[in-house]
C-alpha cells in the first residue's frame, strides 16, 4: 500500500498555497468590489431623485393643462354669448326693417 497524506493534511496545504496565491490580489479586488457598490448606489439614488422630479413636472403639467382647460372653456363661453347677443341684435334690427318698409317676412 502506498502512503496516502491525510485529508486533513492535503486541505490545508491547499489552502495555504491557494492564501498565498490570493492573499496579494485581495485589496484590488475589495477596492474593486467598494467602487462598484458606490457606484450602484449612486445611481440608485439619481434614478430615484429623477423619477421624483419627473413626477413632479407631471403633477405640474396636469394642474397647469387643467387651468388652460377651464381659461378655454371661460373663452369659449364668453365668445358663444356675444356671438348670441350679436345673432338677436342682427335679428331686431330685420325686424325692424321689415316693419319699417312693410314687407312680409317669411320664416
Known amino acids: 500500500m502506498s502512503a496516502l497524506p491525510a485529508p486533513e493534511r492535503v ?63 371661460q373663452h369659449i363661453a364668453e365668445a358663444e354669448l356675444r356671438i348670441t347677443k350679436e345673432i338677436l341684435e342682427l335679428k331686431s334690427r330685420v325686424d325692424r326693417l321689415v316693419e319699417q318698409r312693410g314687407l312680409i317676412r317669411q320664416p
Open 11 to 73: 486541505f490545508v496545504t491547499m489552502n495555504a498555497d491557494m492564501n498565498q496565491t490570493v492573499q496579494p490580489w485581495m485589496p484590488a479586488i475589495l477596492a474593486l468590489f467598494g467602487s462598484l457598490m458606490v457606484v450602484v448606489i449612486t445611481a440608485w439614488l439619481n434614478t430615484k431623485a429623477l423619477s421624483a422630479q419627473i413626477d413632479a413636472l407631471r403633477a405640474e403639467m396636469r394642474a397647469e393643462m387643467e387651468v388652460l382647460r377651464a381659461e378655454m372653456k
